[in-house]
């Protein structure tokens, strides 16, 4: 757990950010992602911001609607 808030979906695979951020603009309540280089993890978030620090080395990104 990264401490994300409204955490709604881990989707595990070897994904890139650009398909992490497809991911989420298909998915009509997803409001920001969870993206790590690393670990090739998308997390698809309802909220649009963490509530603890940057954690290894994912990014945050918050769609713009």
């Given amino acids: ?3 994300v808030i409204d955490f709604e979906l881990n989707v595990e ?5 650009d398909e992490c951020i ?5 998915y009509t309540r997803c409001k920001s992602i969870q993206w790590s280089e690393t670990f090739t993890t998308c997390i698809i978030l309802y ?3 963490a509530n603890q620090p940057k954690q290894e080395d994912y990014v945050i990104c918050t769609k713009n609607i």
């Fill in 1 to 3: 757990n990264l401490g």
């Fill in 13 to 17: 695979g070897n994904f890139g950010i």
């Fill in 22 to 26: 497809q991911f989420c603009n298909n």
């Fill in 47 to 49: 909220g649009n911001k």
